[in-house]
Every structure is written in structure tokens, then in C-alpha cells.
């Protein structure tokens, strides 16, 4: 006999069941994207210009690639590595992300190594700029750039423009020494001088004493490397150690000279000439619609070089999807993301299949007043710059 009991409990169980098909055939339409930032603590302007270019891509290109839903996972390291390799695998394990991305500065970047390789998932890096991150994991692949490939065109610069004895300061840490090593390598082989090499910490840095050093050395610049969201304290101390006044040219990677920070350095940042990727004045349709739809979404906040970061990253996304036809197998999307190549707001760019890394412009610019506004305003081009730490191992 059949009871009123077993009929229940035989539709619950039906409707369970059509509960995890719905479930399941929700994930499969569905690509997970875990975006870990420093959103809190010293590094957070990183975070914020990072998730805000990401979700820009979002706003001008819908959320859905090769059919399949794109879902945003953003979460707060607050710049901590220990933090940032947990909730890495609680993203993995918990919320079954597909992609890891974001990773505000190189020890978080790292990580991160030991859990794509376990899991077999794709880390796409949208800030930290050591050149060797990508060569600890074959998952890692870059869209932000390499302190290597934004120094060496400084050099020549320098080089070139009656610039002779140089003191470099860099943050004391990954990226930093990259600058150090390749901006003097490419200066000395050039017949430059390096005076002084100063190494500043990263945490809660006061540049006075520094500084007071360089102005002592008398050189005809100085090279400096500082993490995005510290040049406008730089900028001032800068200032008030009268190196202006000294004659001491001030040269640069972007990264000093960030574009949401520069109106709020001022007249003292006029001038000062830098290498790198991205700057919100570059001449381009992409870019215009790129800086509008930004400012737009984020009460006016100007991007920098780490929102064109997420944004790219994006799209490096979207496109291996589109490439595997929706694949979200680890190998299958790191395949389609080898040679990928685009156009972005910052120019032509491709992912060198050897090394994952971004091939890019680097632009020198210089700090301009342009309709009342401080802008890096590009000079000069160099043009598919490859990360040079990688060609030197490739020559090896
Ligand atoms: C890194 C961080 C930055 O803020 C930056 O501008 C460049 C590099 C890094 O930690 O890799």
C-alpha cells in the first residue's frame, strides 16, 4: 500500500533532485572568477582601481562569454600573503572559482603558486610586477607589466638627454630591485654612472633621510621605483628637501606618478619624465571610451595603471573563453591564453606564449598641465617591448 508518508517523502526527494540538476546546470552556464585585492590597509588604492577597471570591462562588454555567465568573486587580502593563499583555496575549494586573478603586490602573487598547481587554475596577474612571478607556476599570466620592461626604456633616456651620474631609490622588494638591476644595467652599458644605490622599506616609508642622501650625492637625477598610492608623499618630501631647487632631475617608472594621485602632487611633479604602459591622457578611441565609462562608474576617479590592469585582464578572460568555446578546464584556457593579441586602451598587446607575460608600448611621458589638469602626457614610443629579464634567461 502506498501511505500519504512515502508520496511526500517521494516528492521532496524529486524535488531535491531537480533542485541540484538546476544546481549543477546553473555552474556549467556559469564561470567563476575569484578577484583577490588588497581592498583595506596601505595598498588599497591597488585594490580599488584594480576591481573598478575589471568591472568597467564588465559595464562595456555585458557579462557573458562563449554563452556562459561571468561571475565576479571579489575578496580582501588587505595586502597580506598569508591571507591572500587562503582565501585563494577557499575560493578553489568552497566557491569552485575557475579563474584566480587580481594579487595587489609580489609576495601575494606568489602566494598563491603551490595552490594552482594543485588545482590546476589559471591566476591571471592584473598588478604585481617582479618579472620571475610567472616563472613559479605555469598557471600565472600577466596583465599588468614587468618593472624590467618599463626601466630599461628610462635608461635610455637618460642616456641620451645629457643625463650622466644617476642615484637610484628604489622600495626595498621584488619589484624595486628589478627596477635597480635593469635600470643600471642598460645606463652603465650606455656610459652612465651610478652614484648611489637607495633601498627604501616598503612598510610605512619616510623618504626624508633618503632624499637628504641623494641631494648630498649632487647627481644629475635620480631613478626611483615606489609601489602605485606613495608618490604624492614622495612628491612632497621631495619638494621639501629642495632637490627641485638642487637641479636634481627627477626621473621615473610610472608607478610614481600615478594618474589618480597626480593633481593632488602639483606644480612640483611638472616635469618629471617616466616609462610605462599605461597613461589615462594616451591618444586613442579605445582609451577615450575606456577613461569615460570609468570616471563615469567611479565618481569621477581618474584610472591608473593598475585599473588598466583588471580591465585587460578581463578581457584576456573573456577571450580564452571564447576561444575554447566555454571550456573552463585550467590547461584547455592557458592554451587559448598563449598568443592571444588585442587592442587595448593602452595600445597593441599580445601574451608571449614562452613566458605568459604582457608584450606592450612602453611611452615615455612627461608631468603636463592640460586643461588645468597634471597628465603623463606620452613623448616617445617603444614599440612590443618584451619583458628583457626573460630574454636574458631565454639567451642563457
Ligand atoms: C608592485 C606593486 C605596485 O604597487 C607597483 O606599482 C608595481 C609593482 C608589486 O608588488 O609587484
Not at 61 to 65: I, Q
Not at 202 to 207: A, G, R, S
Given at each position: 500500500m502506498i501511505t500519504r508518508r512515502m508520496l511526500m517523502a517521494a516528492s521532496a526527494g524529486v524535488a531535491m533532485l531537480g533542485q541540484t540538476a538546476l544546481t549543477a546546470s546553473a555552474q556549467e552556464d556559469t564561470v567563476k572568477i575569484g578577484l583577490i585585492l588588497?581592498?583595506?590597509?596601505?595598498?588599497s588604492s591597488t585594490g580599488r582601481q584594480v576591481e573598478a577597471g575589471a568591472r568597467t570591462y564588465m559595464e562595456m562588454?555585458?557579462?557573458?562569454?562563449a554563452g556562459k555567465t561571468v561571475e565576479l568573486i571579489v575578496r580582501d587580502d588587505a595586502g597580506t600573503a598569508d591571507q591572500t593563499r587562503r582565501i585563494a583555496q577557499e575560493l578553489v575549494v568552497?566557491?569552485?572559482?575557475n579563474v584566480l586573478a587580481g594579487f595587489g603586490l609580489t609576495p601575494l602573487a606568489l602566494s598563491v603558486g603551490p595552490v594552482l598547481n594543485q588545482a590546476n587554475i589559471p591566476a591571471v596577474i592584473m598588478a604585481a610586477a617582479t618579472?620571475?612571478?610567472?616563472?613559479?607556476?605555469?598557471y600565472y599570466t600577466r596583465t599588468s607589466f614587468t618593472l624590467p620592461q618599463a626601466s630599461v626604456p628610462v635608461a635610455t633616456w637618460a642616456n641620451e638627454n645629457d643625463i650622466n651620474r644617476v642615484v637610484t631609490l628604489v622600495t626595498d622588494y621584488g619589484p624595486g630591485i628589478d627596477a635597480e638591476t635593469w635600470f643600471t644595467k642598460e645606463f652603465t652599458e650606455n656610459g652612465g654612472e651610478i652614484v648611489e644605490a637607495v633601498r627604501v622599506p616598503?612598510?610605512?616609508?619616510?623618504?626624508a633621510p633618503y632624499l637628504q642622501r641623494v641631494r648630498d650625492s649632487e647627481p644629475d637625477a635620480v631613478f626611483v621605483f615606489l609601489p602605485s598610492g606613495v608618490g604624492s608623499l614622495f612628491m612632497r618630501q621631495f619638494t621639501e628637501r629642495g632637490l627641485n631647487e638642487a637641479g636634481i632631475r627627477l626621473i621615473a617608472t610610472g608607478d610614481v606618478t600615478d594618474d589618480d594621485l597626480l593633481n593632488e602632487m602639483?606644480?612640483?611633479?611638472?616635469?618629471t619624465i617616466t616609462g610605462h604602459?599605461?597613461?589615462?591622457?594616451?591618444?586613442?578611441p579605445e582609451n577615450e571610451a575606456f577613461v569615460e565609462s570609468f570616471e563615469e562608474a567611479n565618481d569621477g576617479m581618474r584610472p591608473n595603471f593598475m585599473a588598466i590592469g583588471g580591465y585587460d585582464g578581463m578581457h584576456l578572460i573573456y577571450a580564452a573563453l571564447e576561444e575554447t568555446e566555454g571550456e573552463v578546464d585550467g590547461d584547455a584556457l592557458m592554451e587559448a591564453i598563449k598568443g592571444l593579441s588585442w587592442t587595448s586602451p593602452r595600445g597593441p598587446v599580445s601574451i608571449d606564449?614562452?613566458?605568459r607575460d604582457i608584450i606592450q608600448n612602453i611611452y615615455m611621458r612627461e608631468v603636463e598641465e592640460v586643461d588645468g589638469e597634471l597628465y603623463n602626457v606620452e613623448f616617445e614610443t617603444y614599440e612590443a617591448v618584451k619583458d628583457p629579464a626573460k630574454a636574458e634567461d631565454s639567451a642563457e
Open positions: 588588497p581592498m583595506t590597509g596601505p595598498f562588454n555585458g557579462d557573458t562569454a568552497n566557491e569552485g572559482v618579472a620571475s612571478i610567472t616563472k613559479e607556476s605555469e616598503l612598510e610605512n616609508p619616510d623618504f602639483g606644480e612640483p611633479a611638472i616635469g604602459h599605461y597613461s589615462a591622457a594616451h591618444e586613442s606564449p614562452e613566458t
